[in-house]
């Protein structure tokens, strides 16, 4: 997914930005969020005892620094619109192409995907993003306690929070394999293997992340439907449950591999 910069540029981000996409359905239809790069790092675990943790997401500094509000595009009264505020608050604006809105699953990954971008973009403009190299042994340790953590909070938190939170981790994945981040690849997965111990194996977890990884020219669309798939399992919307599943058999079917 491709991030284009309406206002401001790519090589001077201002750490403040309007995200928005056009209905794939209705091109004069515009969703909007807005995203918030803190000049400031956050350690989380200060301010918010654990048992609320589901609440808020992931423990994770990183994830803190950089947000969008709300985490899925709402619809605004148009690109004007956007274009007046930016204006008056001299943000940035940043294009992320044409969803469907109803499909709230990939909204929240092409969502995540450009807050993703952006801060990554913005750290490295300010000088505020780290050496790559392998990380010292008490980072490794803190990162195996944040893990320990975290699979306290998915045990505590609903199938809908679950899904929620794997759409990030997915769009967090999608961003690494897109970067050849191997840490962040590593790092991820490991936290998506956590969610999924959470939720019932006919999710098909590991085919999603198969597909996210998958260099084949129908992974992209096979990883979102998968990602759907979940949804209307937890919904339990058995009709659109069909659907989808015709469409990976489809999409399995006519790999790469077998062209």
């Given at each position: 997914?491709?991030?284009?910069?309406?206002?401001?540029?790519?090589?001077?981000?201002?750490?403040?930005?309007?995200?928005?996409?056009?209905?794939?359905?209705?091109?004069?239809?515009?969703?909007?969020?807005?995203?918030?790069?803190?000049?400031?790092?956050?350690?989380?675990?200060?301010?918010?005892p654990p048992?609320?943790?589901?609440?808020?997401?992931?423990?994770?500094?990183?994830?803190l620094s950089?947000?969008?509000?709300?985490?899925?595009?709402?619809?605004?009264?148009?690109?004007?619109?956007?274009?007046?505020?930016?204006?008056?608050?001299?943000?940035?604006?940043?294009?992320?192409?044409?969803?469907n809105p109803?499909?709230?699953?990939?909204?929240?990954?092409?969502?995540?995907?450009?807050?993703?971008?952006?801060?990554?973009?913005?750290?490295?403009?300010?000088?505020?993003?780290?050496?790559?190299?392998?990380?010292?042994?008490?980072?490794?340790?803190?990162?195996?306690?944040?893990?320990?953590?975290?699979?306290?909070?998915?045990?505590?938190?609903?199938?809908?929070?679950?899904?929620?939170?794997?759409?990030?981790?997915?769009?967090?994945?999608?961003?690494?394999?897109?970067?050849?981040?191997?840490?962040?690849?590593?790092?991820?997965?490991?936290?998506?293997?956590?969610?999924?111990?959470?939720?019932?194996?006919?999710?098909?977890?590991?085919?999603?992340?198969?597909?996210?990884?998958?260099?084949?020219?129908?992974?992209?669309?096979?990883?979102?439907?998968?990602?759907?798939?979940?949804?209307?399992?937890?919904?339990?919307?058995?009709?659109?449950?069909?659907?989808?599943?015709?469409?990976?058999?489809?999409?399995?079917?006519?790999?790469?591999?077998?062209?």
């Amino acid at each position: 997914m491709s991030v284009e910069y309406h206002r401001g540029e790519w090589a001077r981000p201002k750490g403040h930005a309007f995200i928005y996409m056009r209905n794939s359905l209705d091109h004069n239809e515009v969703w909007a969020t807005y995203v918030v790069v803190l000049p400031i790092t956050v350690d989380l675990s200060k301010y918010v005892p654990p048992f609320l943790m589901n609440q808020i997401g992931e423990m994770d500094e990183k994830d803190l620094s950089a947000f969008a509000f709300p985490p899925a595009p709402e619809q605004v009264s148009g690109y004007d619109a956007i274009e007046r505020m930016a204006e008056m608050r001299d943000d940035d604006i940043l294009f992320i192409g044409t969803q469907n809105p109803s499909d709230v699953a990939g909204a929240l990954g092409r969502v995540s995907e450009a807050v993703q971008s952006y801060s990554e973009q913005y750290a490295q403009i300010t000088g505020s993003s780290t050496e790559g190299g392998e990380a010292p042994i008490i980072e490794q340790e803190e990162e195996a306690e944040g893990l320990a953590v975290s699979d306290v909070i998915y045990g505590l938190m609903s199938d809908s929070d679950k899904l929620s939170e794997l759409s990030k981790l997915i769009g967090r994945l999608r961003f690494a394999v897109d970067g050849s981040d191997d840490r962040l690849i590593t790092e991820t997965e490991s936290e998506i293997t956590l969610v999924a111990n959470h939720l019932p194996q006919s999710h098909n977890i590991p085919q999603l992340v198969e597909a996210v990884k998958s260099n084949d020219s129908r992974s992209a669309e096979l990883a979102d439907v998968y990602l759907q798939r979940s949804y209307h399992l937890v919904h339990e919307d058995y009709a659109k449950l069909t659907a989808i599943e015709g469409r990976i058999k489809e999409l399995e079917g006519g790999s790469v591999k077998d062209e």
